[in-house]
């Protein structure tokens, strides 16, 4: 579920590089700090504060092994900060925004080419001074793009580590034990 997330963030990593975008991509637990005076850079993160959907299973034929699709709620955070001497507001906007089309663009090629049907877009906008946790003093901008991905649910076995089945041989597992003798004054 979380590695689809990740996965997502390698492949529009490399898309955005092939068109020249110079900016770090990291794939974060959650809304991640960054330090006053961090370049641009671009954050994912499976979303904490939208909801995850359950439906039913989609696609051209039937899959007796798929059971429901499940659309997994998916935040990327853009921050933004125009480079040039004296950047004012509009620099930092027009930066952003060249960012975020060609996320929108990259993210519809990668859900469209099979992995994940089309992006259900939940929230697009700026953050405010307020949501910025102590970026106030930031010199650029901060932009949310919220939106969930499908992902099938199968029944399948387990594919993690499994408890132990096997019984522990040639260990003596018994002891004595005596009392210790009164000690008389």
């Known amino acids: 579920m979380s590695?689809?997330?990740?996965?997502?963030?390698?492949?529009?990593?490399?898309?955005?590089?092939?068109?020249?975008?110079?900016?770090?991509?990291?794939?974060?637990?959650?809304?991640?700090?960054?330090?006053?005076?961090?370049?641009?850079?671009?954050?994912?993160?499976?979303?904490?504060?939208?909801?995850d959907l359950v439906g039913a299973p989609q696609g051209q034929q039937k899959n007796p092994r798929k059971v429901y699709t499940r659309r997994l709620a998916v935040d990327v955070i853009v921050y933004a900060a125009a480079t040039d001497p004296g950047a004012m507001l509009q620099e930092h906007e027009g930066l952003c925004d060249q960012i975020v089309d060609a996320l929108v663009c990259a993210i519809d090629t990668w859900c469209t080419h099979g992995k994940a049907g089309e992006p259900e877009y939940l929230e697009m906008r700026y953050l405010s001074a307020a949501e910025l946790g102590g970026l106030?003093?930031?010199?650029?901008?901060?932009?949310?793009?919220?939106?969930?991905?499908?992902?099938?649910?199968?029944?399948?076995?387990?594919?993690?580590?499994?408890?132990?089945?096997?019984?522990?041989?040639?260990?003596?597992?018994s002891y004595t034990v005596a009392l210790a003798p009164e000690v008389v004054e």
């Open 3 to 51: 590695a689809q997330v990740f996965e997502m963030s390698r492949d529009i990593d490399g898309m955005l590089a092939e068109r020249k975008f110079p900016f770090p991509f990291y794939y974060v637990p959650e809304r991640a700090q960054i330090a006053q005076t961090a370049p641009t850079q671009i954050h994912f993160m499976r979303s904490r504060e939208a909801t």
């Open 136 to 173: 106030e003093a930031w010199p650029g901008v901060v932009y949310l793009l919220r939106f969930r991905i499908g992902r099938g649910v199968t029944a399948k076995t387990y594919l993690g580590e499994a408890k132990p089945t096997a019984a522990i041989q040639n260990i003596d597992t």
